[in-house]
């Protein structure tokens, strides 16, 4: 891992999220269109400054197997938009209780509660709307992603288990496994799915597809744990939220359960295994290894 | 309209409840599997004894144009979960604050704000799941059904923005115009594409969906309009729910505009425009008719 390759990543997440948000803009009703509050709450949430990492992810497996941009790009908008749906419903006083995301107030600080709830669950139409009618991929391709992104966002397995899991877990002491566990649903899944949407966007072999599940999976886990171990050593000003939150929230954590240095060690060993899941393709991944390298590094 | 016909809906809605039930059964995870709580709530919800009209609408709707009816079936259940996490999110503190629903305490009153949430969230993603992996339907048909469910849940057209405005004019007068635009789409939306649903699944000629989707909007309109006059007229014992509850929050609803009177003659105006689209398809469309005189006569 070196600096220039890091700055690879660096380059292609901002170009992506460029093409990201021009596209989520078109994809978004305008804030003058009725009902104005929640149009205006969604655009809050999603037009706040986010790393777009997972819809960079899926254009980034997909362009490593050769698919054309507009084939990736409205899949890639739609895991955006459960992703920023799931944050929305997450930040809820009910819910993890947190004022400030991404630098700024929180959708229910901003508007209130009902809005916040209704533009989380608009946003979550959205997403399934944007894949049923995207018309560059035939409709077979269409119902796996749609199947996969709803597996990826609902329960047993995906997004909401996590949550749910989580917040049941803060009122105790939890184990490795289970912090491992809710990590896998709560960011994983969702992660991971998008490495392999990207795929699927492609038509890439059944060998090539899980070799990239793999990578996806600890990517997922890399981002995690880089993100847990942020929020106990990063400031406010770098992390654009809340620090120390999970802490005084006994959230299930690598560093609460492991402590701060054998989560840096972690780190590194997911890190190379991720890596190490890329050589079984062959396909240019450099670019993806540059993305699990500016995770290793990143410090917001 | 009468008694011998009504009669055929409630047979009808009762052995349709049953069919629905069942699966449901089968496409809601068990409340032992994990996240116990999230599918505990999600369950007592969605079996707290509704009375599956959506889902049993696209069922008569697609058995009027011959459809099989596991072709129809898992389709149906999909509109019954985007109805119940709509139910569960609509009664939440934040939104109308409602501690009875079918009869017994509202989800987050059961289970806790955090998990209604939740358990919504995870209803909603796997209505669209259950729609994206229906093997009984071709692709091309699957994401065209997705399509049009996500339009009818989200906003700017759907139930999300329907609840919005809803919202919003609790606080105001509303004009005649406004109920109308707030019932089309809090409740009209998702009642008219269960009845296209149906055709569409049977194959309908186009001319045949326009008169569906015309039945099926005058169709939710008797709905909606009866449902306002039952929350003044019905005791709680009858509706299951806290009747006066519009009034009392000073919700737009056909009474509260128009009165009582008018309001049960425009009952009857909807219910002979209901009726009459219907005889623009030449199929047999008398178990529809008594379903349209089952609202027009319903008392709970």
Redesign the interface.
């Known amino acids: 891992m070196t600096a220039t390759v890091s700055d690879q990543a660096q380059q292609f997440l901002a170009s992506c999220r460029t093409t990201i948000d021009a596209e989520l803009e078109r994809l978004i ?1 305008q804030t003058a ?3 104005e ?3 205006a709450a969604i655009r809050w949430s999603v037009f706040a400054g986010g790393k777009r990492f997972r819809p960079a992810l899926l254009i980034a497996v997909g362009q490593a197997f050769a698919a054309p941009l507009d084939h990736l790009l409205r899949t890639a908008c739609a895991f955006e938009m459960i992703h920023t ?1 799931s944050l929305i ?1 997450d930040d ?1 006083p ?2 993890d209780d947190d004022d400030l995301r991404r630098g700024r107030a929180t959708c229910h600080v901003q508007f ?4 916040a ?2 533009a ?3 946003l ?3 997403a ?2 944007t894949i ?2 995207d018309e560059n991929l ?3 391709l ?3 992603l ?2 996969e992104l ?2 990826a ?4 397995e ?1 997004m ?2 996590g ?3 989580d ?2 877990a803060e009122s105790r002491e939890v184990t490795s496994s289970e912090v491992s566990r809710i990590h896998s649903r709560k960011t994983g899944a969702l992660i991971y799915t998008a490495a392999r949407a990207g795929a699927l966007i492609s038509g890439a072999s059944e060998p090539e597809l899980l070799a990239i599940t793999a990578f996806g999976i600890n990517l997922g886990l890399l981002f995690q744990i880089t993100d847990d171990l942020l929020d106990v050593t990063a400031t406010a000003d770098e992390l654009g939220k809340t620090p120390g939150k999970d802490a005084r929230s006994k959230k299930a954590t690598f560093p609460s359960v492991y402590g701060i240095e054998a989560t840096r060690q972690t780190i590194q060993a997911v890190h190379r295994t991720t890596c190490a899941e890329l050589q079984k393709i062959s396909r240019p991944t450099q670019l993806l290894e540059s993305i699990a390298d500016f995770i290793l590094n990143r410090e917001a």
Chains 1, 2 share one sequence.
């Open positions: 009703p269109e009725s009902p509050r929640v149009h749906y419903h809820l009910s819910m209130d509660e009902a809005t709830i209704l989380g669950d608009a979550q139409a959205l399934f709307q049923a009618e035939p409709p077979e269409r119902v796996q749609l199947a709803a597996r966002s609902g329960t047993p995906g909401v288990a949550q749910a899991l917040l049941e």
